[in-house]
Each structure stands twice: as C-alpha cells, then as structure tokens.
RNA sequence: CUGCCCGUAGCUCAACUGGAUAGAGCAACGGCCUUCUAAGCCGUAGGUUACAGGUUCGAUUCCUGUCGGGCAGGCCA
C-alpha cells in the first residue's frame, strides 16, 4: 500500500515537472484516525523549490492524483499534509492479506536469505547467569527473530572464553574449597570466586561427576592436585549449568565458539604476526602495542604483555577474522555496554589486518545496566552467586515470559529498572499479562462460535465501520512496517510497544461491542477482524518469544 | 580530565529514525460485571520533554554549551 501511495505522489510530482526519487518521498501512518490511515508530508518538502505556499502546493497535488482504486478521499490538513482515508476496498485488501499469509503476515524479504550472525550472551563460565546476561538473552534472541522475520539467514552464536587468567583462577577457587578453605579465610584465591556455587562444583568433582560439554566428556578424577581436571570439569559444570538456565529461558544457540580453540589453530599467533608485518604495532615497555589511534581510538593498546601472553582483545580480534572468513557479511553483536571500549580495538585490530574487512563491521547492539528492585529496594545479591541476582533466579520468581518482556520491551541504550513486585504480579499491573489475555479472550470468543478464517468481503468490511474497528484495521496493517523498522534499528522494544497499543484497542473494542450478535453478516464481520487481531498478536509475541496462550 | 549512553507526568517507560493536540501503565479520585474471560473498559487529575542557545515551514528527536546520573578509559574481561 505504501509503495501504491508513492507511486501516486511520484506520478502527480512528475506531471507537475517534479522529479523525486522513491526514497524521497516519506509515508506516515498518522497516530491519529482523523488523520487518515496514511499521510504525506510532501507538498511541505517541495515547496521551497516550487516557491509556493505548502498547502497550494498540496492542493495542486491532490488533483493530480488517481487514487479512487483504494482510497475514499485524499484531504489537505495542517501545513500541507496530504491525509489519504482508504475505501472499503483498500481496507479489505489490507485485512485479507493476514487471512492470506497467516503466521507469515509481518514478515518480509528484504534480508533476501543473507547470511547475518547474531552473536549474544557469550557470557564467560566462571559463574552463574545474572540479569544483565538475561537482557542480552532476550534482546539478541528476539533481533534474531526479527531479522529472521525480515528474510535474513541467521546464526546464533556464543562465544566463550574458556582459558585465561579468569578461568584459572575459577580452578583455584574450586581447589581452595576441595581443600575445605573457606572463601573468607586468608588462604584463599585473592581474586577468588566467592559463591556458594563454587561448593557445588567442588562436590561433585570430589564424587568424580562424569558431564559433557560442548566439545567433550569431562569426567572428574577427585584428584585434588589435578588442576588441569579441575578447570575443565568446573568450565563443563558452569557451561552445563548456564545451557540449562538459557533454556528455560527459551534461548537457544547454533553455534558455540571457544576461544581456546584459536590458541590451539595458532589464529592468535598469526593474527599477532600479520598486524606486526603490517606495521601498526611497536614495542614499548617490554610489550608489544597496537596503534590503535591510528583508527580513532585515543591511546595505543598493549597486544602483547611483558609476560608473553595476549591481551583479551587479541583473541576476540582472531574470532572475529575467523568469522569473516565464515562468510558473514553481516553480524551483530548484542553486548553489554561495560564492554564498549572493546570495539574499536576490535575493529582496529581487523582494520590492521588489511584484508578488506569495512571499517564499521561488526555491528554492535549494546544494553545499559539493570537494576532490580523488590519492595521498593534494590536487590544486589543472591543466595547461589553471592554478589549479583541470578537470571535463574527471576525465571523462577516471575516466569520466562514476563521476565522476557520486560527485559525486551525498553530500548537497549537506556538503563532498566527490573521491578520484581510488578512483574509478578498477575494484575493489570502487568503489560504481559494484558497482552496474551488479548489473545485469550479473542480464543474464547472465536472457539465458542466455531469460527474458522476466511477471507473478508467488501461488503463486509463496510459494516466495520466504529472507531475501535477502524482503529484495529489501522493498527494491522501497520505490523509489517514495525517488524522492518525494529530490524532497521535493531531495536526489539519496537514489537513490545506495538503489542500494548494493538492489545489495548482491542481491550477497548472487546467492550465496546459485542460481537456474537444475531446479524449473521455483522457477526462474520466483527469474527474476522478480531481473528486478524489475533493472528498478529500471536506473531508478535512469537518474535519476542513468548507464549500465545488460549486460556487464562 | 577524556569518550560513550541516558535525562519526558509523583514512579516505570513510549513517541514509527524531524511531523499535526507529547502518549500508556502504576500510584490518586469517580464510574462499568444476571450480557462473548473484570488479568478488562470508561472518565478526572497530573508536563516549560533537565537547562540555555542554534538549525527550519515544524525539534522530545539534529547541532553547541551547561547541569545531573550511569558505564568505560589497567600489561583485568
């Protein structure tokens, strides 16, 4: 419909000796019914250049356009507006296409089946998940619904880090507590994990627990001196133990990356010795720089530590040639904002590759902070992790779906406010709630007339005609374009907000008219509509991930 | 000190990438269940969009500066 409305005003332009390119020409969809379903803001655009007032200007316009196949009438509004209000013809091709494309309504091709990586969580098994890997959970899980939902080929990936001085001193801290020393006591591992849950690891390597990681069995000795044992076990113990709380979180991976594995392929090594043939590294201090200030960064980085081994960036530099070399033209990296100084080092170090990888690839989506509240206090620290909330934890509290939500449903650049008291209860309170209980009452109100899809007739359409029903009419077919727009600007929250709008006009609706009335073409009218209703709904809460339920 | 993010109703957040009268929910107040699910609806009240400039037909949105909050700036990740 949108491409239909350009093509009017690209047409009406020309004959008024106006040339414009199609992505020059902008479609609105008012947010206001007295505006029309669609509105241009052209005739305000082109004015300067005609030297003519914009609402002349928009008038001369109007005329020049043949717009009856879908429209009732076009009008003149503001400044210049140019408001198109659709026929009964228009409104049905709009309301058949959801009958027509069902659970694929929404989507589109744009992605034209490229291949695009999603990398997310990647969190580092050195503990349990806590709330902020939950937001990059949600958020990276529902871009990559969107993008799927947009044409793209999508990976999912989690990197880890599973070697290193963290890891090392995971296994320490696992020996300490199989030697029975206490995290508070002076022997322990200065920079020691100190959570309960490093006891359950050491109990179940002292019972010689046999667990498969992604790559291997690992099998416990018991042998407290086997450090080696020790942190592959304790690696396999957390990464089993994140696996499981990731699923019941409904989050699932394609491809898990190690990045161990690069040390082992020499990647590391050889990315480290093309950089230094390249000539942006120098030696300095007993360690080997990057110069990073050479793309844009403030101050060189140390590559190489005086001790020999690399610096964290170094790695993720390998990893991040050995994606390009995977084909991945495009990739998204959901992240933590705490990280963001990584990027341009990472980005540097691929740019000093030279190997004709764009300067502004990856991309990055970044998440600010979480803070979590219960009783109207802040809540740092759990039972199991000791110093932060565990994502487990809210998962059992509040349930996967509204602890998805309102992880999802804020934009990713500003902080949240995780309010345990709102998101449990199961009131009004709740925007989750308010939109599968959409769902469900159009369930119930479609199974008790044994309605089945069909598509709607013109003649129909036209006993639609309240504002709760032209407000829901609009509000279907602005779907596709939310979907686009949430993976142009990889912003899932796009979705969330568009459900509570979609659910709300149908809260409104639903008490405002009934719809098994006597009137055997009035009923089929109104049944239609809302079942549309619920088919966008359902597909919505599919690309956050969440459950369409039938009953509540 | 430097870089990035944020600042919108008492609270938690939106605002379709510059549009028309800045919107929801919670909290407050007043209504609606013998009628398809009241986890719902309707109404009232609540705002100088942190502040000051600038850009233009038009700014919560873009630019500059100031103030306030968060995060980074380690040979930690």
Known sequence: MKKLIINLIKNACHKISIDLNENEIQIDRPKSLEHG?????????????????????????????????YFEKLELAGPGFINFFLNSSGKASQLNDVFDLKEDFGKNKTGNNQT???????????????????????????????????????????YYNDAGAQINNLALSV???????????????????????????????????????????????????????????????????????????????????????????????????????????????????????????????????????YTYFVPDVAYHKNKWERGFKRVINEQGADHHSTITRVRAGLQALNMGIPQDWPEYVLHQMVTVM????????????????????LVNQVGCDATRFFLVSRKADSQLIFDIDLAQSKSNDNPVYYIQYAHARIFAVLDQAKFKSSNISECLIELLSSNHESQLMKKISEFPDIVFLSGEEKSPHYIATY??????????????????VDDVNLQSARLSLVFAVKQVIKNGLELLGLSAPEKM
């Open 175 to 309: 020996q300490a507590r199989l030697k029975n020393i206490d995290p508070d006591h002076e022997d322990f591992p200065q920079d020691g994990y100190r959570g309960d849950y490093i006891q359950d690891i050491a109990t179940a390597y002292s019972q010689k627990k046999s667990l498969s990681s992604e790559l291997e069995e690992v099998v416990a000795s018991g042998n407290v001196e086997d450090l080696k044992n020790i942190q592959q076990f304790s690696v396999a113990f957390l990464r089993n133990e994140q696996n499981q709380d990731l699923a019941n979180f409904r989050t699932f991976f394609d491809v898990f990356t190690l990045e161990s594995s690069f040390y082992v392929n020499q990647d590391i090594e050889n990315v480290v010795k093309t950089i230094k043939q390249n000539g942006f590294t120098y030696e300095s201090d007993d360690a080997l720089w990057l110069k990073t200030t050479e793309f844009n960064d403030d101050k060189d980085r140390v590559m190489q530590k005086s001790d020999g081994t």
């Open 37 to 69: 379903d669609y509105s241009s803001n052209i005739a305000l655009q082109i004015s300067k250049r005609l030297k003519k007032n914009p609402r002349e200007v928009a008038d001369i316009l109007i005329n020049e356009m043949d717009y009856q196949t």
């Open 499 to 516: 459900l509570k709008e979609l659910a709300g006009d149908f809260h409104s609706y639903y008490n405002d008219s009934k719809f098994l």
């Open 116 to 158: 695009l990586q999603v990398e997310f969580v990647s969190a580092n098994p050195t503990g349990p998940l806590h709330i902020g890997h939950g937001r990059g959970a949600a958020i990276g899980d529902c871009l990559a619904r969107i993008f799927q939902a947009n044409g793209w080929d999508v990976t999912r990936e989690f």
């Open 374 to 393: 219960k009783n109207g206090q802040e809540v740092k620290i759990s039972k199991r992790a000791g110093s932060y909330v565990t994502l487990s934890d």
